[in-house]
């Protein structure tokens, strides 16, 4: 994404991806290295994702979204084995789909 900062790493199977601004994560991408991602790993993932904010389906958005209204998450499209997670506000200011201001 432009204008953050992006980093990589390997963890306990998974690979993430992280796109930082102002040292917040406003998106990331999860990948499992040994098998595809199953709908009980998203929802595993996203119940400890934060402890403060829990992610329900919504059927209309076709995609997770949480408690607090400022995130969402689900497949990649095109990419059904990588997951993402993303704060909206965030990326759509940073898209210029929003005019928030300090992104």
């Known amino acids: 994404m432009a204008n953050t900062e992006q980093y990589e790493w390997t963890k306990d199977g998974y690979i993430i991806q992280a796109s930082l601004r102002n040292n917040v994560t406003v998106l990331e991408f999860f990948h499992r290295t040994d098998t595809l991602m199953t709908d009980d790993d ?9 402890k403060d904010v829990r992610f329900s389906w919504s059927t209309r958005d076709n995609c997770f979204k949480s408690s607090d209204k400022k995130m969402m998450a689900g497949r990649q499209e095109g990419h059904d084995d990588w997951i993402y997670v993303r704060d909206i506000a965030a990326t759509e200011a940073l898209s210029g789909k929003d005019k928030a201001k300090n992104l």
């Open 42 to 50: 998203i929802k595993a993932l996203l119940k400890v994702y934060r």
